[in-house]
């Protein structure tokens, strides 16, 4: 038996069912986020590897991305994330912006990684942010976006927490503990591998990165503190925007949400299902990413969701709709290779009405075209043998009602559309 070529590892096929996912789930973002007031815009699937390599982490550069080198020599990536390169597009065009800019976006992404269930090489990422200014409020309104989302989806806040920290509220406690410079990015690294690693590993990691037993259980003490957020008065108007925007069912704080990225500056959220903790989406506050690229600094939040485990919660809560095939209205049969042309003709003709319309694609017995209708959920089938082209009509077979009628040919088009509209009202 001849081997079917495999697809790449890690990538997806999307038949018509899955696709119909994809665009319900890009379509209700569109909406979330216009909504909001958000643009959609858009960057290169291709960048530049020194793009992530001074702020997205030695993780996602040396292990995650997928490098190549093209003829020129420079070290290329498949993009593997789009805050980057925002900050790089807006770095361009800075002074040419009217700021706040309020941006969303929905495309592929590329990651070196172990293919599993809810994670895969490509993948597809809504990305929103609101780029200039800078206070708890703001963070707060890309929560409720967020929020809004859920509740769109008809996710609700027993099915999902948007899980909330800020680093500068954890940089502070940190330096109170002794924790400070390099250390304190390594804490960053550690709390965000807790869930990750065995407590024994977890220890064994901190031990291993400079961490006294002292610090390590400091840093155990204040990821067990739910009431540490009060120690901020920033994160206490955030609270206080969140209820104002109506979404405080959907917000806890939890002091171990950190982000894995290093160019996080405060705020930082994931959004989590609460029956298994899988994570749906994360970001954050980066104040000094476009200043890094090349741009004057400019405050900046935002967060990214994966279309991959976001789909796997969706279902697993019944939030997709049920796909429906797109159905055409009418299948044109060819009766034979001389009058293919006139079933042609005759499909034209119902196209310029604004009807779906199938010709079949050559001539082939009867019962066989109505079998196809039958599976492509196609109602009507019309018929034009050599006795309805020698009179001038078509017959229209009713395959639901079994039913037949016989219509000029010259009118068909327009008669169909009647009988149509007519069926549609009943």
């Known amino acids: 038996m001849k081997a079917t070529i495999q697809s790449v590892k890690g990538t997806r096929d999307f038949y018509p069912e899955d696709m119909a996912v994809r665009s319900w789930l890009y379509q209700v973002i569109r909406e979330v986020s216009e909504s909001f007031g958000y643009q959609e815009y858009d960057a290169p699937f291709l960048e530049r590897i020194d793009l992530y390599a001074a702020k997205s982490g030695e993780e996602l550069v040396k292990e995650q991305a997928f490098v190549f080198q093209d003829r020129s020599g420079d070290l290329i990536t498949l993009r593997p994330e789009l805050t980057p390169s925002l900050a790089r597009i807006v770095a361009q065009r800075q002074n040419e912006l009217a700021f706040p800019l309020r941006w969303w976006s929905f495309g592929p992404f590329w990651r070196y990684e172990r293919p599993q269930k809810g994670r895969t090489r490509e993948f597809f990422q809504w990305n929103i942010d609101l780029i200039g200014p800078n206070s708890p409020e703001v ?91 009060q120690h901020s008065d920033a994160f206490i108007r955030f609270f206080k925007a969140v209820g104002s925007l109506g979404v405080a069912d959907y917000v806890q704080f939890d002091p171990q949400i950190i982000r894995g990225l290093d160019y996080y500056t405060g705020t930082v959220f994931e959004a989590k299902d609460l029956d298994g903790g899988r994570s749906l989406l994360g970001g954050g506050r980066y104040n000094n990413l476009v200043s890094d690229v090349g741009g004057d600094p400019l405050p900046a939040v935002g967060f990214a969701m994966g279309d991959v485990m976001a789909t796997l919660v969706l279902q697993k809560y ?60 196609i109602r009507y089938a019309v018929i034009m043998g050599p006795d309805e082209a020698a009179n001038g009509v078509v017959t229209v077979k009713d395959l639901a009602a079994r039913t037949q009628t016989t219509v000029e040919r010259s009118t068909f088009a327009e008669h169909f559309k009647k009988m149509l509209a007519q069926a549609n009202a009943l």
Not at 173 to 196: C, M, V, W
Not at 352 to 367: D, S
């Open 139 to 229: 963070d707060a309104e890309l929560v409720a976006v967020c929020a809004a989302f859920f509740q769109k989806v008809g996710l609700t806040p027993k099915q999902v927490k948007i899980l909330v920290n800020n680093r500068e509220l954890m940089d502070e406690e940190l330096a109170k503990l002794g924790i400070q410079n390099e250390l304190k990015k390594s804490t960053f690294h550690l709390i965000d591998r807790k869930d990750k690693l065995s407590p024994q590993a977890w220890e064994a990691y901190a031990a291993e990165a400079g961490f006294s037993s002292l610090q390590f259980q400091g840093v155990k003490n204040l990821l067990t503190d739910p009431d540490l957020w």
């Open 318 to 377: 019944g939030c997709i709709p049920d796909y429906v095939p797109v159905k055409a209205a009418v299948l044109v049969t060819v009766f034979d290779e001389g009058l293919l042309n006139g079933s042609l003709s005759l499909s034209a003709d119902l196209h310029q009405a604004g009807i779906q319309v199938i010709c079949y694609p050559e001539a082939a017995k009867l019962p066989k075209q109505l079998k196809f209708a039958d599976r492509m959920g």
